[in-house]
C-alpha cells in the first residue's frame, strides 16, 4: 500500500464546530493552505453535529458582568479568567459569522431571533440540529479548506521539539497519510467513554492521547462545570436535556417528587447540568432513585419547539412511543451518562499548547480554557485559527523526521498482524465498567478511585498492547478502546490528586478547599511515568475571586441540610 | 439496534449514507450497487443516516446495539 502525503501550512484536526471555524478562520487570516482532516466526515461527526438544538451566546445587550461572574463561579474558580472576557467578547461576532454561513437560528414572527432559556440565568438561540454543521461544513470548502474526511490521526509528527504535522490512515481502505504542516491545530474533542445517548460515540480522546505521547503537557477535567449530562436510561435516545428543562421538563425522583429546588433553590430543574447530574446522584445514593424526566404537561407550543430544535430525538421518541402527536406520554426514565472527559491540552489564551507548532481548541483543549458547549468551542476555534496562521508565516519550513513516519507506520498497523489478541469491544466495556459507576468520579471516594485506576492500569497494560483489528475498521475501534482507556487514567490520577470537592464531589474530602486548591493539574508522560504535577491560578490577576477560603461544598451542605448525610471526622458519612 | 433496514428497492446506490456514517457502519455493495451494514454492532444509533437518505430508504429503532454499562 502507498503512503499518501500532504503539505499545508495549516493543519486542523477535527471535524466538529471548533475545528471548522479554526479552518475558516485561518484562511481569512491569509493562511493559502488550510487542511482539514476528520475520522468521519467534516460537519458530520463528534458532538457538534448532533448537540441538542441550544446555542448558548451572550450578547451585548445583556448584562455580561453577572454572566462574567457566573461562569467562573460554575467552573469552581479553575477557569482562565482572560479567555472568558474573550469568550463574551467575541460570541455576538461567532453568531453573525454563522448567520452568514447559513446557519437558520429559530426566529419569531416577526422576524426577530428568538432567545430561550437552557441551563442557567442565560438566554440561547436554537437552532434545526444537523443544519448547524451542515452550514459550518459548506461555509469551510467555500473559503478554500482542503477536508480530507475519513482518515483518521494517530501521532504527531516532531522535529526538534517542533510539532510539524501529524500522521494517520484512511479508515475505509488502510492507506497511510502524512500531514506536514507549518503548525497543527487539535480540535479532535475529549472523550465521553462511548457512553449515552447516541452520537458521541465517536469521541474517544485520540487526539489528547497521541499530544501526550509527543511531550505535550495535558491537564485534568475538574474545572469543567459539567461532569456528566444525563439522558434516556434504556433506550438510545438524545440529546436535549438542556431544551427540555427550558420548555418546563420536570426532573423526578422514583417516589415522584421533584428534587432539583433540594439542591439549587434558585435555578432549580435549570441548575446547570453538572449540578443536576450530582443531584440525581445524590437521590439514588439516598435510595430514591431511579430518576424521570417528565414532560407530559408541556402544551403543544412548547412540544413544538423541542420538534423544531430536535428533530432527530424527537423522531427517536416517537419511535420508543414516549412521543405521540405533540404531547409526552408519560415520564421517561433517565440516567447519567459516563463522565464527560475533558482532559484537554494546557493551551495559553491563544491556544497554543506546551509544544510549539502544535495549537488546541474545542474540547480538545483543557477545560479551564472554557471549551465545552457550541458558543464556547466555536470562539476558541477563532482564536485558535487566526493565532495558529500567525504562527505558520512566522515558523520556517516545517522537516519531517523519516526515521520518526516509519517507526510510526510500523507500529500503528501492529493490531492487523495480531491473532488470537484482544477484541476492541472488550477493553471498551472493560473501561465503561471501570468509570460508569456513579459512585467512582461523580461522587467520589479516594479508596474507589484507587481501585478504578487499579483496574484501568490492568487494561492498560495486559489488554490495550494486545488488541487485534481484522480490518482497518477495527483498527480503528482498536484505536479508539485503547484511548478510551489511557484517558481513564489520566481522568482518574487526576481527580484523586484533588483531595477537595470543588466541581465533583469527594466523600472524603467534602469541603472546598480555596486556599490550597485553586490549582489546575498538569500531566505529562515521562517514559512509563506519568508525572502529576500542580500549577497555581493565578487569581492575583483575575477579577473574580471566591468569597471564602474553606467551605463545605453546597451540594453536601444542601445533603446535610435534608438530613442525607452527617460531616464526620472532616468526611461524609451517609444517614 | 439503530439501523435496522436498508430497503434496497429504494436505494439508488449513491453513497450518501456510506460517506456521512459517523461510525463507519455501512459500505457499498459494489456487485449490486446497494448499500449494506457491515459493521452493526459499532452503530451509534443517531439517526443521520435515516435523515440524510434522498430515498428514504433507512429506516432506524432506537435500541441499543451493544451493553452499555450504566451508572446506576
Ligand atoms: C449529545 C450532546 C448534546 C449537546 N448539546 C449541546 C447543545 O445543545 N448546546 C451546546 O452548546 N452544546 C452542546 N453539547 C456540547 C457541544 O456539542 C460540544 O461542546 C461541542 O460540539 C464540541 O465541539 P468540538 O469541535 O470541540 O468537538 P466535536 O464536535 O466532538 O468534534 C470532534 C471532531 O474530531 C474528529 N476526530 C476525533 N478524533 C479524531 C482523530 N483521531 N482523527 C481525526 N479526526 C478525529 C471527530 O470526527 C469530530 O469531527 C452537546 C454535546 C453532546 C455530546
Ligand atoms: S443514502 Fe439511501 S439511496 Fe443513497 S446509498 Fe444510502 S441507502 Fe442508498
Ligand atoms: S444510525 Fe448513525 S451510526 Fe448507525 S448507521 Fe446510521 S449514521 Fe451510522
Keep these: 500500500m502507498s503512503d499518501v502525503t500532504h503539505e499545508t501550512d495549516v493543519l486542523v484536526i477535527g471535524g466538529g464546530i471548533a475545528g471548522t471555524f479554526a479552518a475558516i478562520k485561518a484562511r481569512e487570516s491569509g493562511a493559502k493552505r488550510v487542511l482539514q482532516v476528520c475520522k468521519g466526515n467534516v460537519g458530520k461527526s463528534g458532538c457538534s453535529a448532533f448537540a441538542a438544538g441550544f446555542f448558548n451566546v451572550p450578547l451585548p445587550t445583556d448584562d455580561l458582568d453577572a454572566m462574567f461572574k457566573d461562569m467562573v463561579r460554575d467552573g469552581g474558580y479553575l477557569r482562565m479568567q482572560d479567555r472568558v472576557q474573550d469568550h463574551l467578547e467575541q460570541a455576538h461576532l461567532v453568531m453573525q459569522d454563522m448567520m452568514s454561513y447559513g446557519v437558520d437560528f429559530v426566529r419569531k414572527d416577526s422576524g426577530e431571533l428568538e432567545r430561550v432559556p437552557g441551563w442557567t440565568r442565560d438566554l440561547g438561540l436554537m437552532f434545526n440540529g444537523p443544519n ?28 526538534d521539539g517542533r510539532v510539524v504535522g501529524a500522521a494517520g490512515f484512511d479508515v475505509m481502505n488502510g492507506e497511510f497519510h502524512i500531514f506536514k504542516a507549518g503548525v497543527t491545530i487539535l480540535a479532535s474533542g475529549m472523550c465521553r467513554y462511548k457512553s449515552l445517548p447516541p452520537g458521541q460515540r465517536d469521541t474517544t480522546g485520540d487526539g489528547t492521547v497521541a499530544a501526550l505521547r509527543a511531550g505535550a503537557t495535558v491537564c485534568d477535567t475538574e474545572s469543567d462545570f459539567s461532569l456528566n449530562n444525563a439522558f434516556v436510561a434504556h433506550w438510545d435516545i438524545g440529546p436535549g436535556m438542556n431544551m427540555y428543562v427550558g420548555q418546563g421538563g420536570r426532573l423526578l425522583n422514583g417516589r415522584g417528587e421533584r428534587f432539583m429546588e433540594k439542591y439549587d433553590p434558585v435555578r432549580k430543574d435549570r441548575a446547570i447540568a453538572g449540578m443536576r447530574c450530582l443531584a440525581m446522584g445524590l437521590e439514588v445514593r439516598q435510595g430514591k432513585g431511579p430518576i424521570y424526566m417528565d414532560m407530559t404537561h408541556l402544551d403543544p407550543e412548547q412540544v413544538g419547539r423541542i420538534k423544531k430544535a430536535l428533530p432527530l430525538a424527537s423522531l427517536m421518541h416517537q419511535r420508543a412511543g414516549f412521543l405521540v402527536g405533540d404531547r409526552f406520554v408519560k415520564p421517561i426514565e433517565w440516567m447519567i451518562t459516563a463522565p464527560h472527559a475533558q482532559v484537554g491540552l494546557a493551551v495559553d489564551r491563544r491556544f497554543q499548547s506546551s509544544l510549539p507548532g502544535l495549537f488546541a481548541c474545542g474540547e480538545s483543549a483543557a477545560a479551564q480554557a472554557m471549551t465545552k458547549s457550541l458558543g464556547c468551542a466555536a470562539t476558541s476555534g477563532v482564536t485558535a485559527g487566526v493565532a495558529a496562521a500567525r504562527y505558520a508565516q512566522e515558523a520556517g519550513e516545517p522537516q519531517i523526521d523519516r526515521a520518526q513516519v516509519a517507526e510510526l507506520r510500523e ?129 492575583g490577576r483575575y477579577r473574580f475571586r471566591p468569597e471564602r477560603p474553606e467551605h463545605l461544598h453546597p451540594l453536601w451542605q444542601a445533603a446535610e441540610n435534608i438530613g442525607a448525610i452527617k460531616i464526620e471526622k472532616g468526611a461524609v458519612s451517609w444517614a | 439496534m439503530g439501523v435496522r433496514r436498508i430497503d434496497w428497492e429504494l436505494c439508488d446506490g449513491c453513497e450518501i449514507c456510506v460517506d456521512y456514517c459517523p461510525m463507519d457502519v455501512l459500505r457499498m455493495d459494489r456487485e449490486t450497487n446497494k448499500v449494506y451494514i457491515k459493521y452493526l454492532r459499532d452503530c451509534q444509533g443517531c439517526f443521520l443516516c435515516e435523515r440524510e437518505c434522498p430515498q428514504d430508504a433507512i429506516y432506524c429503532f432506537p435500541v441499543r446495539e451493544r451493553r452499555i454499562p450504566l451508572a446506576w
Design chain 1, 411 to 539: 507500529r500503528l498497523y501492529q493490531p492487523l498482524q495480531r491473532k488470537d489478541g484482544i477484541e476492541p469491544d472488550q477493553v471498551v466495556l472493560a473501561v465503561q465498567e471501570v468509570v460508569a459507576p456513579y459512585t467512582v468520579l461523580l461522587i467520589r471516594h479516594g479508596e474507589r478511585m484507587k481501585k478504578a485506576i487499579a483496574e484501568v492500569e490492568d487494561i492498560l497494560k495486559n489488554q490495550a498492547p494486545l488488541l487485534q483489528a481484522y480490518d482497518h475498521h477495527y483498527l480503528r475501534m482498536a484505536i479508539e478502546a485503547s484511548s478510551m482507556a489511557k484517558i481513564a487514567e489520566l481522568q482518574l490520577k487526576s481527580a484523586l490528586f484533588r483531595t477537595e470537592s470543588r466541581v465533583a464531589l469527594r466523600e472524603d474530602y467534602p469541603y472546598t478547599d480555596n486556599v490550597n486548591w485553586l490549582k489546575w493539574i498538569n500531566m505529562k508522560q515521562e517514559g512509563e511515568n506519568l508525572k502529576i504535577s500542580t500549577e497555581d491560578v493565578p487569581m
Design chain 1, 132 to 159: 448547524l454543521m451542515e452550514a459550518m461544513r459548506k461555509a469551510s470548502l467555500e473559503k478554500g479548506v482542503e477536508q480530507v474526511n475519513r482518515a483518521m490521526v494517530t501521532d504527531f509528527l516532531t522535529h
